[in-house]
């Protein structure tokens, strides 16, 4: 079993930044991929960012690209999401989640473990 941990996420004005942390509990580099996801209320869970663990290939949403950026440490067996100019939008409880093989890295229904998540709401 893998657990994850995700920290950082807190109310902001719009235009401000926040970065989500997610600890995995044994090394990052066993999962393919790990993502972050978020959900908003009435809405489906939609991917964000995910990063290849092996070689570091990055992905993202179309309304995140140049805005959000995915990295990880896996000295520390972490992922990062730092979100900058964010947006009303943006508001959504975010999960991280670790892909044991992931093929579309975007897509929720492939990754194996889940976080709790952290809310992260943004006022206008």
């Known amino acids: 079993q893998v657990h994850l941990v995700e920290s950082g996420g807190g109310s902001v004005q719009a235009g401000g930044a926040l970065r989500l942390s997610c600890v995995v509990s044994?090394?990052?580099?066993?999962?393919?991929?790990m993502g972050w996801f978020r959900q908003a209320p009435g809405k489906e869970r939609e991917g964000v960012a995910a990063?290849?663990?092996?070689?570091?290939?990055?992905y993202y949403a179309d309304s995140v690209k140049g805005r959000f950026t995915i990295s990880r440490d896996n000295a520390k067996n972490t992922v990062y999401l730092q979100m900058n100019s964010l947006k009303p939008e943006d508001t959504a409880r975010y999960y991280c989640?670790?892909?044991?093989?992931?093929?579309?890295?975007?897509?929720?229904?492939?990754?194996?473990?889940w976080g709790q998540g952290t809310q992260v709401t943004v006022s206008s």
């Open positions: 990063i290849y663990t092996g070689d570091g290939t990055t």
């Open positions: 989640a670790a892909g044991l093989w992931v093929a579309q890295n975007l897509e929720p229904l492939e990754y194996d473990y």
């Open positions: 044994r090394d990052t580099r066993r999962s393919n991929s």
